[in-house]
């Protein structure tokens, strides 16, 4: 059975990077099958896709986050890990980590909530 | 930012009908199949529809979607007090090239 964790900081201060861990069991993060993936929502608002990683190491990002987002990927962990710098109060959100395919998104992690505050 | 419209609510007695509209454009649903999430409170989204009319197995046949040109719908039939959730629809967006998801339609069993 596929399952996803999330694991970071539970507190993020403004303009710091926020930095997260996603550790995989039940599959492998080569896959080339899928995009790991990075989502987030606002407490009570709606879902926002951040970016992915596949085929190993090749990332796709939000353009409205791409300045700020890095995604990379730890095989031998089998861990793929999120980057969002310069954070400010508008990044506080749940993060959860997702393996997603163009057909579904079938596995989530319970999600983490990192609020951004001094 | 949400990209997929939806509308903000949706309600209905036990045993009724009820739909979900969302609406996206040509790089999303008009060449990408939907997704449809359920999602509760504190918990995590769970895929519910795939490709614009599957059910994953331990779905109950009550929800169904279906899709037309840019917009799609989800519609739970049989409305029971479980169903009372959050539901959000998703698909690939060729320009993105990655996903977009609906602005979220909370259910409400009166």
């Known amino acids: 059975q596929v399952q996803l964790q999330e694991s970071g900081p539970g507190l993020v201060k403004p303009s710091e990077t926020l930095s997260l861990t996603c550790t995989v069991s039940?599959?492998?993060?080569?896959?080339?099958?899928?995009?790991w993936s990075w989502i987030r929502q606002p407490p009570g608002k709606g879902l926002e896709w951040i970016g992915y990683t596949y085929y190993g190491g090749s990332t796709n990002y939000n353009p409205s986050l791409k300045s700020r987002v890095t995604i990379s990927v730890d095989t031998s962990k089998n861990q793929f890990s999120l980057k969002l710098n310069s954070v400010t109060a508008a990044d506080t959100a749940v993060y959860y980590c997702?393996?997603?395919?163009?057909?579904?998104?079938?596995?989530w992690g319970q999600g983490t909530l990192v609020p951004v505050s001094s | 930012q949400s990209v997929l419209t939806q509308p903000p609510s949706a309600s209905g007695t036990p045993g009724q009908r009820v739909t979900i509209s969302c609406s996206g454009s040509?790089?999303?649903?008009?060449?990408?199949?939907v997704k449809w999430f359920q999602q509760f409170p504190g918990t995590a989204p769970k895929i519910l529809i795939y490709?614009?009319?599957q059910r994953p197995s331990g779905v109950p046949d009550r929800f169904s979607g279906s899709k037309s040109g840019a917009s799609a719908s989800l519609a739970i039939s049989g409305l029971q007090s479980e169903d009372e959730a959050d539901y959000y629809c998703a698909a690939w967006d060729d320009s993105q090239i990655g996903y977009v998801f609906g602005t979220g339609t909370m259910v409400t069993v009166l």
């Open positions: 490709s614009n009319n």
């Open positions: 997702a393996r997603a395919s163009l057909t579904m998104i079938a596995y």
């Open positions: 039940g599959d492998s993060v080569s896959s080339s099958s899928y995009y």
């Open positions: 040509s790089s999303n649903i008009g060449s990408n199949a």
